[in-house]
């Protein structure tokens, strides 16, 4: 039998994206193989549990386009399915003069990106939204929030079956050969034949891309994020999100607080390298995974024009009390003690050989294949929104988001 797609990978971008082909072709003959044994296993499934909006993204950007639509859809979707979330609001803090340009930079960018209701905090302002944060000036962000990003993920795999999709867990993808004018998938649970083949493998994105003959043009590096929890008599120090304004060199927020949909409050994630690419550890080590990373000389360029903040990021992992001095920051009156050891999430960062960090969402896209090579954040907010850009570039190659 010949499918009308496959979809390789059961994280939300590749869940998204079968919902949404089914949801504009119901008769489609739809097949999903995903590696593991569960959905959503591995980035979908460890990170902060956000719905960003558009607040730090170049305006015209497929991140900015996608991440304001998607809000929306996700949030009508968690709606119509009865999921868990909740549109709490986000203050992002300045804590020092140098600070405050980069804050206005972020109004300016959120407003180009039309996000409605932002207002800016003085200190005052911000102790009323957050009465232990402390910082020189604030914007408040109301529509973002927070959601259970795996019940979204089991949701959607649910609908996809009830319209006809197959999902095939335990199956991993090896390779993909075009074949009369088709495409031939070998995995570990069997040779299938489809029309068209979409690859959203995240931490394997590049690794995908080459399984289809092409060449990805960036590498994945995996950057863990660590996390801690506060300790629940201290929970009340924090209300609902409360972030740091990133740096513009690096494309993580830096660590911040987080209420988690069903409880509790999150600090997190840093960013350190990792030596598998599913490396929640320290001491998970992958060689082929490792050897990738350093025989990459992006990764090199990127640690020469970085090398204090690697440092100072490797420095706050194996130290809890210099993750606290971050958080402090933010909330003075965290202590050490205060932190609880949290999980950790690996992020999927694609990197070009001269160091450079790709920001944007992107695509590899040829006859018969596309695939996602670059997914970050906020791509589980905008995965909705980037199933149908995904649909609308196969229905018309060529055309952008
Ligand atoms: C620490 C952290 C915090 C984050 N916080 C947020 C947040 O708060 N809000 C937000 O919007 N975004 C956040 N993100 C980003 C978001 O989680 C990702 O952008 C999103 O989950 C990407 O989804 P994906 O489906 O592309 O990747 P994944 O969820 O990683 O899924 C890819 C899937 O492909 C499978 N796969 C790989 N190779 C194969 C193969 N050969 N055969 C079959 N299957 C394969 C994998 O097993 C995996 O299940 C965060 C990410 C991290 C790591």
Known sequence: MTYDVIIVGGGIVGLATAFRWLEAHPKSRLLLLEKEDRLAAHQTGNNSGVLHSGLYYKPGSAKAKLSVGGLQQMIAFCRE????FEQCGKVVVATTPAELPRLETLWERGNANGLQGLRRLNPAEIRKIEPHAAGLAAIHVPQEGIVDYPAVCEKLGDLIRQRGGEIRLGARML?????????????????FRGKFVITCGGLHADRLVRAGGQKPGAQIIPFRGEYYKLRPERAHLVRHLIYPVPDPKFPFLGVHFTRLIHGGIEAGPNAVLAFAREGYKWTDLNLRDLAGSLSFPGLWRFLAKYPSMCGYEIRRSISRREFCRSLQKLVPEIRTE?????????RAQAMTADGKLVEDFDFVEVPGQLHVINAPSPAATASLAIGSTILHRVFNPGISV
Do not use: C, F, K, M
């Open 81 to 84: 399915h009865r999921i868990a």
């Open 338 to 346: 205060d932190l609880e050891p949290g999980g950790a999430g690996v």
């Open 175 to 191: 390779n993909i050969a075009p074949e009369g004018g088709q495409q031939i998938v070998t995995s570990t649970g069997g040779r």
